[in-house]
């Protein structure tokens, strides 16, 4: 099958994202090709039944001694258990330096796989094989690594690049709806931060994008660009790299204020919002034009995500509860926020010093 190749030119860790339908049939021979004698498959249980015979039947016809280790689905395995559990598998198959991971999975898989590829035997290689749009377009490009602790989300981790990135769009014909939606939350997201071009072409294309049809390549191949130069220019977030986390500071909020329950509100869709509101906060301080601010609005409620706070299911606490939370984030440095603020679609940057309450005059009025 055709395909396209995203390169992340990272040094002597350099590695290519490659997209493309059907690209798990081939996925045996790319991985060879790094030549490792074994892999250790690590998935959950929604994705293993559906895909992991495949892909082990593609690497044992390359001769490589295959395993695989099964996880429940769901941001609980980003643990301490499901760190020992990956790790104890990948040493009973006898996995060495020169051998290989395989992330089949979503963030939550690739996330934890990375981390224990990361400190297994001090550091051994994986591939991520991402199969939630979420993962295709973000979690697995970049290297960030890791699991949750009892203090907080991703607070135990590694920077650990991948040694490549197979994303196969064919995947996301067996995901839900909803986390289609919310992966396509983190796409409009590129578009909002410093490409106004990708966002009018996602207002155009987006029904193809969740068809399946030849734009759900592009959007993804897109996107995996877009991470791939923020990720190249500051790869330990020093810097530019927090650009990505516009919508992030109001969506890690609600995640918090709503227990980080899936079945209230994912990821994306806490993206969703706090890119709405982003881009109207952005309005209200005279930074943006209220145009832009209801175009974003306008799109992700067509393709179905919510944008309000009123849409939070059982709704989103108090001002202050809210402002607490945000306070919590990481993105605060002495009781002033940084935000991600815009000065219109694709004009995105890093405001620090945004005081507490300008944000609750914003959220009140
Ligand atoms: P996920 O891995 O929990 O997957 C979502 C659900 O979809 C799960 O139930 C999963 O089993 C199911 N699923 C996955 N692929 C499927 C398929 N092809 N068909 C049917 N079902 C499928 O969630 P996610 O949204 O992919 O990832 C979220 C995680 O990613 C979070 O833990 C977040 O912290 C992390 N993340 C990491 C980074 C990073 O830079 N490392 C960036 C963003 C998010
Ligand atoms: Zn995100």
């Not at 395993?67 to 499901?82: F, R, W």
């Not at 992966?183 to 931060?193: D, F, Q, R, S, T």
């Not at 993804?220 to 877009?226: N, P, T, W």
């Not at 202050?320 to 995105?348: E, H, N, P, T």
Request: net charge neutral; glycine share 12%; aromatic share 6%.
């Amino acid at each position: 099958p055709s395909f396209i190749t995203v390169p992340v030119p990272l040094g002597d860790r350099a590695y290519e994202i490659l997209v493309g339908r059907g690209l798990i049939e081939s996925a045996g021979a790319r991985i060879a090709s790094l030549s490792a004698r074994a892999t250790a498959i690590v998935t959950d249980e929604h994705v293993g039944p559906l895909y992991a015979s495949a892909l082990t039947a593609s690497l044992e016809a390359q001769g490589l001694r295959v395993s695989v280790v099964t996880l429940p689905p769901g941001e609980a395995t980003k643990s301490y258990a499901g760190l020992e559990r990956v790790c104890d598998a990948m040493l009973a198959a006898r996995i060495e330096r020169g051998d290989l991971v395989v992330a089949l999975g979503g963030g939550v898989i690739g996330d934890l796989a990375g981390f224990a590829a990361a400190v297994v035997r001090r550091g051994v290689r994986f591939v991520q094989v991402p199969t939630t749009l979420l993962s295709q377009v973000d979690s697995s490009v970049g290297g960030k690594t890791g699991i949750n602790s009892r203090h907080g989300k991703n607070l135990v981790g590694a920077f650990h690049q991948p040694s490549l990135v197979i994303a196969d769009t064919a995947l996301l014909d067996t995901l839900p709806l909803r986390e289609m939606r919310a992966g396509y939350a983190e796409v409009a997201k590129y578009g909002l931060i410093d490409d106004a071009r990708f966002f009018a072409w996602c207002e155009a294309n987006w029904q193809g994008v969740f068809a399946g049809g030849p734009e759900r390549d592009e959007a993804v191949a897109q996107s995996c660009r877009a991470k791939a130069a923020v990720v190249v220019r500051d790869e330990h977030e020093n810097g530019d790299r927090a650009l990505l986390n516009l919508g992030h500071t109001f969506g890690h909020a609600l995640e918090k204020i709503t227990a980080y329950d899936s079945t209230r509100l994912v990821h994306g869709e806490g993206v969703a919002i706090g890119l709405a509101l982003a881009f109207r906060f952005s309005a209200s301080l005279g930074l943006c034009p209220p145009a832009d601010a209801e175009r974003v609005e306008a799109h992700l409620k067509a393709v179905g995500l919510p944008t309000r706070l009123s849409q939070v299911p059982g709704g989103c606490g108090t001002v202050d509860a809210l402002l607490d939370a945000m306070a919590q984030d990481k993105k605060v440095k002495g009781g002033a926020l940084i935000f991600i603020l815009a000065r219109g679609i694709g004009q995105s940057f890093i405001a620090p010093g945004i005081a507490a309450d300008e944000v609750r005059r914003f959220l009140t009025g």
